[in-house]
């Protein structure tokens, strides 16, 4: 059972998760462990769902879906009949109304949908995975010379499910730059497997790229892929300004995360998500939304 933070009704509610038996057999279970690291966190695995769901065969599973994750349809820009695949209904875009965005200078908005952890000054060489299991960042990005710059800084850690809106986008105005790739597995990035697989992020495929922000310094931006997705898509253009809340790219099927690196002195977070995730809880999250202030100096 996940229990997650909803920060508009300030309360615990119990989250609701795609495939939840199928995660625990391949995550508890002696068998699913071994087949899970035989092939299922293997590249091919992915890219075959991957086709599935690329596949005008995928569309049946889309109204059952809606309706067993109770997804608002209504701010959908397409209309729910006219998703040609199941991939197509799940990087679905939204209209504008759906996601406000902050556009407040000194306001840290959420890059995505999701369930949100976040750590300040924290130590590079001893980041949260969970409780009792630790990563680096240098691993992470493999590049020692970026990840010293932020040390001491903030970490945010979003989590995205299955039935979250995938798409991800900017915090703040500035000049993204170029995307750099880590090939890497595909193990889910579910709590049941956060906690089972050490070093999860540095295991699976991810991407990365510095954002040079206007009003929070050069943010490291991190894609990190999961079982099933099948792809991380930028769609942005490096080295062209970008406004708040623009999209910077998607993910195809599956849970993901996205991690963002402030540094030093650039940021505080919301108190009542640093509390929550001090507790160990994540906070429920919409894009666009508030979620810390500019430290002015």
């Known amino acids: 059972m996940i229990q997650v933070y909803n920060r508009e009704k300030r309360k615990y509610e119990i ?11 391949c995550y508890e279970s002696p068998l699913g462990k071994s087949l ?53 209904f799940f990087i679905r875009e939204l ?32 980041l949260i995975q969970v409780k009792g299991i630790h990563y680096n960042l240098s691993e992470l990005i493999a590049d020692d010379t970026i990840a010293r710059q932020y040390e001491g800084g903030t970490c945010l850690i979003l989590r995205l499910c299955p039935t979250d809106y995938h798409r991800f986008h900017f915090i703040d105005k500035g000049i993204p730059l170029e995307n750099h790739f880590i090939n890497g597995n595909y193990y889910s990035v579910n709590p049941i497997a956060i906690e089972k697989i050490p070093k999860l992020y540095c295991q699976n ?14 943010v490291l931006h991190i894609e990190v892929g999961a079982t099933c997705v099948g ?25 993901s995360t996205t991690i963002l690196f402030l540094k030093k002195g650039k940021v505080k977070i919301d108190e009542d998500i640093i509390e929550q995730t001090n507790k160990g809880f994540e906070c429920k999250v919409l894009m666009g939304s508030s979620i810390g202030k500019k430290i002015i100096s």
């Open 36 to 88: 899970t690291e035989l092939f299922i966190k293997k590249k091919l695995f992915s890219k075959l769902y991957g086709f599935y769901c690329d596949s005008k065969f995928s569309k049946r599973k889309i109204p059952d879906f809606i309706k067993e994750f109770n997804i608002d349809s209504n701010y959908f820009l397409k209309r729910e009949t006219d998703f040609e695949s199941f991939n197509d």
């Open 205 to 218: 495929k991810r991407e990365w790229s510095i954002f040079k922000s206007e009003n929070f310094g050069d």
């Open 15 to 25: 989250e609701k998760v795609a495939g939840d038996k199928y995660l625990k057999w």
């Open 231 to 255: 792809s991380i898509i930028q769609t942005y253009k490096p080295n062209t300004k970008v406004e708040k809340g623009a999209e910077k790219g998607y993910f195809k099927f599956g849970g």
């Open 95 to 126: 209209k504008k109304e759906a996601r406000p965005i902050n556009k407040e200078d000194n306001i840290l908005i959420s890059p995505g949908d999701g369930r949100l952890l976040a750590y300040e000054n924290i130590s590079i060489d001893k």
